[in-house]
């Protein structure tokens, strides 16, 4: 999951260098966004800084 999750990131990265457009570009950015704090939850899961079960 984290690889493609890392893929991801990257090629909405690439996609946001050659946008134009600023509608585009706010919709690129807001994928990312949320790219990058999937990949930051994984990480976190990874390393078990946090749980994904629930805490009851």
Known sequence: ???S???LVEE???ELRNA?????R???E??????Q????VAF?????IVSAEPPF
Do not use: K
Not at 37 to 40: P, T, V
């Open 20 to 24: 134009f457009d600023v509608a585009e």
């Open 5 to 7: 999750n890392e893929q």
């Open 44 to 48: 976190a899961e990874q390393s078990g």
């Open 37 to 40: 704090a999937e990949l930051a």
């Open 30 to 35: 807001a994928e990312l966004d949320l790219a």
């Open 1 to 3: 999951m984290t690889h």
């Open 12 to 14: 909405l990265r690439a």
């Open 26 to 28: 706010r919709q690129i």
